[in-house]
């Protein structure tokens, strides 16, 4: 009996959401502007036109993003060109972003019996947390607990661990920093960063 309705195969029903999907995702690619631009700090494992070492890495690099409505993309080769990026730009860009971001967060404390600061963490959903290593707020935050000079690790996209350099404490912390690491979502790398009034650079990586 005709009913005037007509079944699709799932196979049909499939192909046309998958097509619509595109399609939508595409011209949202195309023409939904960029809410923010930095740089994301990601292990080397991960494959981009776009990205560079930081000072005596081998297993991190710095990689260009932008955000926008459906989170965030890394730069290809025609978005860099045709906005005429360069590093310089790109990361006089990102250390802005840094800086409004060490404004907001707020680190966690780890502290021994006397009250002193052993270390901090940071975590945050913000997707260019990592990019808080290129402020100079970063020593200003902790100038007062743990000196002029940090050794900072990037776990995780998400998460930021700060020590002091002075007396090496971060060594203490090298299993259990090497074991979440393991577990990270979004890894970044074990190298240990170096970072002070003049910049960052790695100093070395945790054993695994």
Avoid: C
Avoid at 63 to 69: I, K, T
Avoid at 137 to 145: A, G, I, M, T
């Amino acid at each position: 009996m005709a009913t005037g309705f007509q079944f699709l195969r799932p196979s049909s029903i499939l192909a046309i959401f998958a097509t619509a999907l595109l399609t939508h995702t595409g011209r949202a690619q195309e023409d939904a502007p960029a809410k923010r631009v930095g740089i994301i700090f990601e292990g080397t494992f991960e494959k981009h036109v776009n990205s560079k070492k930081p000072a005596d890495s081998e297993l991190t690099q710095m990689v260009p993003y932008y955000e926008w409505d459906y989170g965030v993309r890394a730069f290809d080769e025609s978005y860099w060109t045709k906005n005429r990026f360069t590093w310089e730009r790109i990361t006089a860009i990102a250390e802005r972003l840094g800086d409004d971001l060490m404004e907001v967060i707020e680190p966690m404390a780890v502290r021994d019996d006397r009250g002193v600061i052993k270390y901090a963490y940071i975590k945050d959903k913000d997707p260019f947390l990592t990019s808080i290593i290129l402020s100079k707020k970063l020593v200003e935050k902790f100038r007062d607990s743990m000196g002029d000079s940090l050794h900072v690790m990037l776990i995780d996209r998400h998460i930021v661990y700060v020590f002091p350099a002075t007396g090496m404490p971060i060594a203490d912390y090298g299993p259990a920093l090497v074991d979440e690491y393991r577990k990270a979502r979004l890894p970044v790398s074990l190298e240990v960063f170096l970072v002070d009034d003049y910049g960052f650079r790695v100093i070395g990586e945790l054993e695994r």
